[in-house]
């Protein structure tokens, strides 16, 4: 008998349509398998609403169907639909090794390495550690080749601030040649000296005030007062002979 085409009335059983549909995959015709095995599907919920009983052969034919959607969807790159089969297949048959092998199949395709190799670490199978051993590879050169374009790009940040510390940064103009450089006027020797003796005089002016002070603390007689007696006249006269020409 010929697999129903699509709007046809269904009157085959679920089992039938299954095989039907297990005819077409073998074909290469997934989208046609896809669509019959959820016919089958439709059609198995129907038969045990009319009475069929729910024995284990009907949980096994059930299983089996969404098995056989799972590697569909899997064919077809829908990896979502995939992991919803698998995930109603394992919410009666929590042990079920093939629903979690394509489960972490499906999560690989929609890009859950982490979920995938969470699936695949409850499995004892040869397969299945296959697998894992080539997401930890592919984790690992994924987090070298980061490592490796960080280091670059430190470098290059490296590379720009040692640039604009020199001077040589896009948003700076080259430095100016020293010989062309203004320079300050520099003072006269006579000035130097000046500013040397103004200094040397404050310094002895205020080692006698701290002298006077000290003498009145133990009641001695206080030192004589310098010839100048306004302190203030004598820094602006000071700051005065400092200034340069």
Same mark, same amino acid.
């Given at each position: 008998?010929?697999?129903? %085409?699509?709007?046809?009335?269904?009157?085959? /059983?679920? #089992?039938?349509?299954?095989?039907?549909?297990?005819?077409?995959? !073998?074909?290469?015709?997934?989208?046609?398998?896809?669509?019959?095995?959820?016919?089958?599907? &439709?059609?198995?919920?129907? /038969?045990? #609403?009319?009475?069929?009983?729910?024995?284990? /052969?009907?949980?096994? @034919?059930?299983?089996?169907?969404? @098995?056989? @959607?799972?590697?569909?969807?899997?064919?077809?790159?829908?990896?979502?639909?995939?992991?919803?089969?698998?995930?109603?297949?394992?919410?009666?048959?929590?042990?079920?090794?093939?629903?979690?092998?394509? +489960? +972490?199949?499906?999560?690989?395709?929609?890009?859950?390495?982490?979920?995938?190799?969470?699936?695949?670490?409850?499995?004892?199978?040869?397969?299945?550690?296959?697998?894992?051993? *080539?997401?930890?590879?592919? #984790?690992?050169?994924?987090?070298?080749?980061?490592?490796?374009?960080?280091?670059?790009? &430190?470098?290059?940040?490296?590379?720009?601030?040692?640039?604009?510390? !020199?001077?040589?940064? /896009?948003?700076?103009?080259?430095?100016?040649?020293?010989?062309?450089?203004?320079?300050?006027? =520099?003072?006269?020797?006579?000035?130097?000296?000046? =500013?040397?003796?103004?200094?040397?005089?404050?310094?002895?002016?205020?080692?006698? *005030?701290?002298?006077?002070?000290?003498?009145?603390?133990? %009641?001695?007689?206080?030192?004589?007062?310098?010839?100048?007696?306004?302190?203030?006249?004598?820094?602006?006269?000071? =700051?005065? *002979?400092?200034?340069?020409?």
């Amino acid at each position: 008998m010929e697999a129903p %085409g699509e709007g046809e009335v269904e009157v085959e /059983e679920a #089992s039938e349509l299954k095989s039907h549909g297990n005819a077409a995959y !073998s074909r290469n015709d997934v989208e046609e398998a896809v669509r019959l095995w959820n016919l089958a599907i &439709r059609k198995h919920v129907q /038969e045990l #609403s009319d009475g069929k009983p729910c024995d284990e /052969e009907a949980t096994t @034919l059930e299983r089996s169907i969404y @098995l056989n @959607l799972v590697q569909g969807y899997l064919k077809l790159g829908d990896g979502e639909r995939a992991l919803r089969a698998c995930k109603v297949v394992l919410f009666t048959d929590q042990e079920n090794d093939k629903a979690r092998f394509r +489960a +972490a199949e499906a999560c690989l395709q929609l890009g859950r390495s982490q979920e995938a190799e969470q699936w695949l670490s409850k499995l004892d199978l040869p397969e299945a550690s296959k697998m894992l051993q *080539r997401i930890r590879w592919k #984790s690992r050169a994924e987090a070298a080749k980061d490592s490796k374009q960080d280091a670059a790009a &430190r470098k290059k940040l490296a590379e720009k601030m040692s640039a604009g510390l !020199s001077g040589f940064s /896009e948003d700076k103009p080259p430095p100016v040649p020293q010989e062309s450089a203004p320079r300050a006027p =520099m003072a006269d020797l006579d000035t130097v000296s000046n =500013m040397t003796d103004i200094s040397a005089e404050v310094a002895q002016a205020a080692k006698n *005030r701290l002298a006077r002070m000290e003498a009145a603390a133990e %009641g001695e007689q206080p030192l004589p007062e310098p010839t100048y007696t306004d302190f203030e006249s004598f820094r602006a006269k000071a =700051m005065k *002979r400092s200034q340069l020409p």
